[in-house]
């Protein structure tokens, strides 16, 4: 096992190396910033406890469409984390974006972090928790007009303009990923000499299965458990994400 120190050394080479490089992120980037993982065992045992279903029946589309009420509470209990700011993984990537490198993010999280730390290519698989639309008229609202009581219905919040209820624009269980998005992502991983994958087990299909379309020189793991690409791997870090990152970065942490 390498040590941190030579972790660094060997990440900064990766970076300094690429040409064109794509970071594929999962529930563990955003776990640095305050965001608990509701997938993992911890949020799976919350969810059962308190709410008496698991996380993957309240965010489906049936208990949207069938039990909007207690899909709203969960929703707004867990999921809407307004006072998270970027980690030094976040501004890292910003960071070498505002350099003038090629810079892709793609994203297995909703809770824009990404483009507050100033990334501008960003890629969101499961859409985003900051953008509402009416199901009804399609009319858009912000994640400010959801968290107003005013606008509710117990939990639920309703359209000021025709009366129906407002969505999150997150991909919901049951629901289909976005085609566009992933065919951006998969043209991006596929044109990369780089790819960094982090905070991530890769065990979500169907956005996982997009690392099968990269054919480039560096593939690099940043996870503190083990992959299924382990074995496909330049380079392996078992380290925490924020802080390799900014220590790759010589990003100092502000506030």
């Known amino acids: 096992m390498q040590t941190?120190?030579?972790?660094?050394?060997?990440?900064?080479?990766?970076?300094?190396?690429?040409?064109?490089?794509?970071?594929?992120?999962?529930?563990?980037?955003?776990?640095?910033?305050?965001?608990?993982?509701?997938?993992?065992?911890?949020?799976?045992?919350?969810?059962?406890?308190?709410?008496?279903?698991?996380?993957?029946?309240?965010?489906?589309?049936?208990?949207?469409?069938?039990?909007?009420?207690?899909?709203?509470?969960?929703?707004?209990?867990?999921?809407?984390?307004?006072?998270?700011?970027?980690?030094?993984?976040?501004?890292?990537?910003?960071?070498l974006e505002q350099r003038g490198r090629a810079v892709t993010v793609i994203t297995q999280n909703v809770d824009g972090l990404h483009q507050a730390a100033g990334s501008r290519n960003v890629l969101e698989l499961h859409g985003t928790a900051r953008e509402y639309t009416c199901v009804g008229c399609a009319a858009p609202y912000d994640a400010g007009y959801i968290r107003d009581p005013e606008n509710c219905r117990i939990f639920v919040p309703i359209c000021g303009k025709c009366g129906e209820t407002v969505r999150p624009n997150i991909v919901l269980y049951e629901e289909a990923l976005d085609e566009g998005v992933m065919a951006a992502s998969a043209k991006a991983i596929s044109a990369a000499d780089c790819l960094i994958v982090g905070g991530t087990s890769l065990a979500v299909y169907p956005a996982a299965g997009l690392l099968r379309y990269f054919g480039g020189r560096e593939l690099v793991l940043i996870n503190k458990t083990g992959t299924p690409y382990d074995n496909s791997a330049s380079l392996i870090i078992r380290e925490n994400i924020a802080e390799i990152m900014g220590v790759a970065l010589n990003i100092k942490e502000t506030r």
């Open 4 to 95: 941190f120190e030579e972790s660094v050394v060997r990440l900064r080479g990766v970076l300094e190396g690429a040409g064109s490089l794509v970071f594929f992120g999962g529930a563990g980037v955003s776990t640095e910033s305050g965001v608990p993982d509701f997938r993992s065992d911890e949020g799976l045992h919350s969810a059962n406890k308190v709410y008496g279903y698991p996380p993957e029946q309240l965010l489906s589309r049936t208990f949207f469409d069938t039990q909007p009420e207690l899909f709203y509470q969960y929703y707004k209990e867990r999921l809407l984390h307004p006072h998270a700011v970027p980690n030094m993984a976040h501004k890292a990537l910003a960071v």
